[in-house]
């Protein structure tokens, strides 16, 4: 948006200088890209007048002229202009002066053995559009009563003014518009705003079912009589401030109302309007119409656009471009001028659609004002009477309910303290502080128990409609540097808690040991126990998953169709389920499928089959390793896995005090079929917070370095025989808690059954490590032993082998 400092003055008096309104703007939020000085690239140029012009005696096409710039003597000029003559006041560049639009500096010259000492200009060589040849002659362009010799040309051609070039964000649409810009500073600077006033019109009612859902209010202004011709000088120069080119006085004035008030309109030749004012309506267009545009281009119009329509079809792009065929003309006598509010998503979906964006489109775009429609639509009446002589007969206007509400917002107290803090003194923001802010911004206000009802004005209805909009603006308007900057409370550093980082220390030792990490979606094809989905995107992704070893197995499927051997993975996921209490657990899975690539090395490059205790004992070997002591137990104490697992290598694990963890065995050879993977397929699946509160339980809440022994250790081997049915695990427990405290260690080192041993019976053989604070004595080994088969005598009746 270009403002002129002189417009701007005449709506709201500013006290501070273009610097410091540019500051202040900017900092509250209005960002001021650019400050131009119309004035600048004429410094330098002076009025001079012609005293007596003859012709050149050495050429016939140039003049001698003699000119009057203030000085002590006239100075001698050449110039080739054909409309060159005494006595009338031209713009003089004497030497030393430079003209940036040409890209010149004059100097002394020497023309036709006659010196010339500057250059008469024409507007063309001063910046300005030119519509004549040769020139300028300042008489045709300013008043004479000011045409002095030796005064500076640039406020005779209106180039006395500052513009500053605002750039408007999308939340704040009455910055497009020299008003909302005038409130702005108002509300800086504490002044008052004098907006041009017009007098209302008296409007009929028009029928809402001519108006498309597009259209919020349509208004239709009939101005007879009109005469239309080129717009006074005082309006171009504001249309060409703010980059607009003047077309005539009629559609100047809907520019001029557009920049003052941000309200966009049109203006139709009610003449070539088919069926007059009584067949506008705004709907959307149908499929194969087109509109030829004020820009000379033949549109195609698709049915998303928004157009006007008369009687015939469309006559303008709603709130984009007016259509050629109904365009204002000097032979126009009617003119239907429209001022609407039209859907910004309608607009910018025709803007869009065209291809085409307008200094209208991009003021729907962000919202208008519906309260100031009419104002605006006065205004541009006026000035039409004013310049154009006609006289407004009929305005009708339709209104959609609700549209012209004014909008009531809460603000709290509370709220103003809690965003804004503390002012720089260290106190909080008095109540007339806010109420001063708010008024200045013309709102309404309320005093409530909890603090205010605010009434936005029509201006700000399209960004000011929550209380955190107004808290910004009474932040925006005290200036955000008046605020105290205090740090946020010394946070404590991040970190993972103790669980946490047993789990980083799983899954670095499981990778350590050969397995890779895998992740797989949470969505399976369920079962009749799983939670189904309500919108599955696919069939086969309708559930949440019950297990991770579906797709664990489905992993090595596919490393295995893909010709790269073996897989060691594991995953660490959730589950769902509708049974049972906890409906979401975190669940350890993994999957040890055939013989790792790396390890062909070991056995001359020939695959051998892994076996399940070699297998269990990779993934025994890692829980261990944090402290988690497992107990193997039949498959009967585990729950929907023995169709998966073979019966007789798989086991179930539980901790030390007897809850279940999870369960460990070979997939069974009827499933390795069915999924087309090796024999040698090892499956996994535990839960991971048991396992973690174990590890958390024997590490406690942080780790304890525990110094080396210096004493020697004594060993003893031991062999019971015991029944069939009992486990190696479960002795090897029973004698860890029975040798306390002097046992530092038990290995397994065999079983046997057969031979001399009776029928059902087997041998179990272990190591056991004592070791104590001293040297131990025999005896203190023996009497430790003693206790240790004791306990084994009487819990597994078992028999001491010689």
Known sequence: MRVSLQWLQELVPCPWPVALLAERLSIAGLEVEDVLELGKPLAGVVVGK????????????????RVDVGGPQPLQIVCGASNVRAHVHVPVAPVGCRLPAVDLTIRRTRLRGVDSEGMICSLSELGQEDNGAGICVLEDQTPTDGLTPGAAVAPLLGLDDVVLDVAVTANRPDGLSMLGIAREVAALCGEAVSPPTAPPQTASAMDLNRFARGCRLFSLSIVENVTVGPSPLWLRRRLERAGLRSIDAAVDITNLVMLETGQPMHAFDGERVTGGAAALHVRFARSGEGLHTLDGQQRSLATGHLVVADAAGPVALAGVMGGAPTRITSRTRQVLLEAAVFDPTAVRRSARLAGL??????????????QATLAAADRAVALLEQICGGRCVERQVACHPGVLEERQVPLRRQAIHRLLGVMADGTPVQDATVEECLRALGCGLATTDEGWSVTVPHSRCQDLCREVDLVEEVARLVGYDRFSAVLPTALVPGGRNRQQSLLHQL???????????????????????????A???????????????????????????QGNGGLWGFEVGKVFSTVGPQREQQRLGAVLCGQQQHSLWRDGGKAVPLDFHQALGVMERVLVSLGIQLQRQPMAA?????PLLHPGRS?????????????????????????????DVFLLEAELMPLLVAAEQQHGPVIRFQPFSLMPAAERDLAVVVNQA???????????????????????????????????ACSHAFRLVFRGDQTLTDAQVEAALTTVMSALEERFKAQRRA
């Open 50 to 65: 012609v005293l007596d012009c003859v012709p050149h005696p050495n050429a016939n096409k140039l003049s001698l002229c």
């Open 357 to 370: 964006r307008s200094e209208s489109s991009s003021r729907f775009e962000r919202g208008v004002a519906p």
């Open 507 to 533: 899954r670095q030792r499981l990778i350590a040991t050969g397995l890779q990490e895998l992740c797989h979606m949470s969505l399976d094809q369920g079962s009749a126990t799983a939670m189904a989905l």
């Open 535 to 561: 919108n599955p995107l696919v069939s086969d992704h309708s559930c949440l998953r019950t297990v991770l070893y579906t797709g664990l197995l489905r992993a090595a499927q596919r490393n295995a169709q």
């Open 638 to 642: 585990t729950e929907g896995v023995e």
């Open 651 to 679: 086991v179930g694990l539980t901790l030390q005090g007897g809850a279940f963890a999870g369960w460990f065995g070979q997939v069974h050879p009827r499933v390795t079929r069915a999924w087309d993977l090796p024999e």
């Open 726 to 760: 009992i486990g190696s695990g479960a002795l090897m427990a029973t004698i860890r808690t029975a040798g306390q405290p002097l046992l530092e260690a038990v290995h397994y080192l065999s079983r046997f059954d057969g031979g001399d041993l009776a029928p059902g």
